[in-house]
């Protein structure tokens, strides 16, 4: 049986990560607080604003611009998105 955790992003139980994504405090408590579908999204949007900004993840200010999206985007706050890009419909 996997893993659960109340996913602070959709606020109900869900499959929770195999592992930290990450290792820090930051990567136990998304472990610890962050479903996988939560993260997969999370990956996904990430992907784009990378790609769009053209972040340098060797530079430490885009790294923590990213970190601060992330934290944002757990939350359920307003992120950054990419310029032009339309979510797919439900139809």
């Not at 990956?43 to 530079?59: A, F, P, S």
């Not at 885009?62 to 939350?75: C, I, N, P, T, V």
Request: hydrophobic share 35%; proline share 7%; net charge negative.
């Amino acid at each position: 049986m996997s893993r659960t955790v109340l996913c602070r992003r959709h606020k109900q139980e869900l499959a929770g990560l195999e592992k930290p994504p990450f290792p820090g405090p930051m990567g136990q408590d998304v472990y610890d607080n962050i479903s996988q579908k939560a993260w997969l999204e999370w990956m996904e949007h990430q992907t784009r604003i990378i790609n769009e900004q053209h972040l340098n993840m060797m530079d430490l200010t885009s790294r923590k611009y990213l970190q601060e999206q992330m934290k944002k985007f757990f939350a359920g706050e307003e992120v950054d998105q990419a310029e032009g890009y339309v979510p797919p419909s439900a139809d």
